[in-house]
């Protein structure tokens, strides 16, 4: 599947597709169809003609626009980030990082380290922000694999890795129904001695019995410890489900399964946790957060007969995460908070261990945990939470769901009751025959603010949000001179410093309606914030001539880029999506 296209593309060139080894940072070439091509972008031609060069070719190829979804350049990582996370966000959807320089009532202009200077019409922004978030983007992705563990707990840093032979679906498959057929005729062998020592009426029911009990537990399913630790040794045998890593986002497409997808090491003790999800079928996801992924604590030596006792009530509750049981969250992700999304509703766990390094989750109470999801669909999700002093949101659509009350660390003395004691989050699906998608995720510093900022945004005046994230301002932003934003409110004039300003948003009644006629946009999505859409008019691999609506004729600098979107789309589901 992923060579069909490529193939086709390339039989009528002078020269041939080789099996070339991928080098570090290479860009990656996305069909439309899903497959994909290593290789080096060298720019653009006249009528939107993609130049591509490998290694093992003689001569670059030419691919029309048409033909590609996306190119991911240098593997997601860019040559160098744009400083600082200050933007502007237009009506189209487009958010250009720079520093604002000018404002009046005509014109927004900044200055950029990707494009140069910007003279942008006013009526065509929807937000200043100088300090987004209130805090550093200490992750933002997927863009390639890196940092990404796949867990459970019988590998608590990560299942190992494919072999050659199931790196291809194909081999996979093959090899999952090898290992089932011989599972098979072992167990047909174990039946048919049984059969011959007793009577065919028990026996029914006694086979039907053993092989409920001699099931075999999944690989990603398997009892906390070390590996093979209290497994079944056929459960070795069984392919591990695992998530998919494909251009910018992690796919789960399987049947059923309980491994989860973590990152150990990114949220502060006040962080942002943003990420866009789609899924088919009915919905049920497990987000981790400030989890430690700590192993259950070792209680006093047992007897043996009470160590086997646990070791089975352990693999009971690890059996069950993948039918929606929340009681093996701990061995999966430690002291932490677990979220689960339900198509219908969103309830928080605490999660950890007792004194006796059993798995205990605990339910928060919430007065409406219900939320509205199609059993199809997508939705950005946003969890801020506060370790200090214990607050926890949860957005949908950038508007708030419902929020949690614990005892934060800095409110209880210190004492540690706040679940979650560490930096990791991570994704579970619990839902059979449930494929989800995650892209997009952004992790960052929290300022503390409790607010959706597009909930801010009014008819009639403007809003001006300050970094502190609790004082807020509305009037007319009536220009910015000397450094300072000025604002003539109902109770007076007002001067705000732009280093003590988050975001300022613009009366919507003032706004222009956005319409996007243009057939031959792209996106270029920049590293760590921003992206900016036009029509390309030519370009090397170092810089794209782009003509936009908004500032005209401009050469966009590519340092900081890391995907140019050919097929730019707000829907998640697209058509086009093979892993989907």
């Known amino acids: 599947m992923k060579r069909s296209l490529v193939v086709s593309l390339l039989a009528g060139l002078p020269w041939g597709l080789g099996a070339a080894p991928l080098q570090p940072r290479e860009d990656l070439l996305l069909f439309v169809n899903g497959d994909q091509l290593h290789g080096s972008f060298l720019g653009l031609k006249e009528g939107l003609v993609t130049v591509w060069q490998r290694a093992d070719l003689t001569a670059p190829g030419e691919f029309k626009a048409t033909r590609i979804q996306k190119i991911i350049l240098r593997a997601g990582r860019p040559e160098k980030s744009n400083e600082g996370l200050a933007h502007v966000a237009l009506v189209n959807g487009d958010r250009i990082p720079g520093t604002l320089t000018a404002l009046d009532d005509e014109t927004v202009t900044l200055e950029t380290t990707c494009a140069g200077g910007m003279r942008i019409p006013r009526k065509l ?27 459970n707990p019988n590998f608590p840093d990560g299942i190992p890795a494919l072999t050659p032979l199931a790196d291809d679906p194909k081999d996979q498959a093959k090899a999952k129904d090898k290992d089932k057929t011989k599972d098979d005729a072992k167990d047909d062998a174990k039946d048919e001695a049984k059969d011959d020592a007793k009577d065919d009426a028990k026996d029914d029911a006694k086979d039907e019995a053993k092989d409920e009990e001699d099931k075999p537990v999944p690989a990603a399913a398997a009892v ?29 497409n399987q049947k059923q399964g309980a491994t989860a997808l973590v990152r150990k090491s990114v949220m502060t003790d006040r962080s942002i946790l ?94 409406n945990p219900g939320i509205r999801l199609t059993e199809t669909g997508s939705a950005t999700f946003e969890l801020r939470c506060d370790r ?163 500032a005209g004729e401009i050469n966009l600098k590519l340092e900081s880029a890391t995907i140019l979107d050919f097929q730019p789309s707000t829907n998640y589901l697209d058509d086009w999506d093979p892993q989907f």
Request: include cysteine; charged fraction near 20%.
């Open 224 to 252: 906390a410890g070390e590996e093979g630790q209290g497994q079944d040794p056929d459960a070795k045998k069984a392919p591990i489900p695992r998530w998919d890593f494909s251009g910018a986002a992690w796919y789960w």
């Open 388 to 550: 200090l002093k214990g607050a926890i949101l949860l957005f949908i659509g950038d508007e708030l769901a419902m929020q949690w009350a614990e005892p934060g660390l800095a409110n209880d003395g210190g004492s540690g009751s706040y679940a979650g004691k560490g930096g990791g989050f991570g994704f579970l699906v619990q839902m059979e025959k449930s494929p989800v998608r995650i892209s997009d995720v952004v992790v960052a510093e929290w300022n503390g603010m409790p607010d959706s900022a597009r909930s801010m945004q009014v008819a009639e005046q403007d809003i001006v949000l300050l970094a502190n994230g609790t004082d807020r301002f509305s009037g007319q932003v009536t220009g910015f001179q000397n450094g300072k934003l000025r604002l003539h409110g109902k109770f007076g004039d007002f001067s705000f410093p732009l280093d003590a300003i988050a975001e300022v948003r613009f009366a919507s009644n003032n706004l222009a309606k956005h319409e996007d006629s243009n057939a031959e946009r792209i996106v270029i999505r920049l590293d760590p914030i921003g992206n900016l859409s036009g029509q390309p008019l030519s370009g090397d691999a170092h810089s794209l001539k782009l003509l936009t609506p908004y």
């Open 125 to 151: 922004v929807g937000m200043v922000a100088p300090l987004p978030l209130g805090g550093r983007v200490l992750y933002h992705g997927p863009y390639s694999e890196d940092g990404w563990l796949m867990i």
């Open 274 to 367: 943003r990420f866009n999800l789609a899924w088919r079928n009915r919905l049920m996801l497990c987000l981790a957060f400030h989890a430690d992924f700590a192993r259950p604590p070792q209680a006093a030596a047992a007897a043996d007969g009470d160590k086997a006792k646990d070791e089975a009530k352990q693999r009971m509750l690890m059996n069950r995460l993948g039918s929606g049981d929340p009681s093996g969250f701990p061995l999966l992700f430690g002291n932490s908070y677990v979220l689960q999304i339900n198509s219908g509703y969103a309830m928080l766990l605490r999660c950890g261990y007792d004194d006796k390094g059993n798995p205990v989750t605990e339910r928060l109470e919430v007065n």
